[in-house]
């Protein structure tokens, strides 16, 4: 099992830039594909981007392709969502996941954190 923990949200304007953050416990970090979620008010929660266990390999949902990176430290247990030109469309609870590659990505993860908000004003 492992336990999650969201950092880095906050309030910035539209184009500006956020780094989020999501710390892992546990040794067995690296055996885990991660992932990130956001749910914005009155929607779904919605897939965001995904990287394999060894950071080769990402998928990203098409409405944040070419802005956001996901990327991962396994030496420091954390994931990390660089995320550029943000629009107001972009607030949202932003959650980190993990489990398996392939349930990150269809979204069927076990493995949540708590979420951090982040807000894009225009």
């Known amino acids: 099992q492992v336990q999650l923990v969201e950092s880095g949200g906050g309030l910035v304007q539209a184009g500006g830039s956020l780094r989020l953050s999501c710390a892992a416990s546990?040794?067995?970090?690296?055996?885990?594909?991660m992932g990130w979620f956001r749910q914005a008010p009155g929607k779904e929660r919605e897939f965001v981007a995904a990287?394999?266990?060894?950071?080769?390999?990402?998928y990203y949902a098409d409405s944040v392709k070419g802005r956001f990176t996901i990327s991962r430290d396994n030496a420091k247990n954390t994931v990390y969502l660089q995320m550029n030109s943000l629009k107001p469309e972009d607030t949202a609870i932003y959650y980190c996941?993990?489990?398996?590659?392939?349930?990150?990505?269809?979204?069927?993860?076990?493995?949540w954190g708590q979420g951090t908000q982040v807000t894009v004003s225009s």
């Open positions: 996941a993990a489990d398996s590659y392939g349930r990150v990505v269809a979204g069927t993860v076990r493995y």
């Open positions: 990287i394999n266990w060894s950071g080769g390999i990402t």
């Open positions: 546990g040794r067995t970090f690296s055996s885990y594909a």
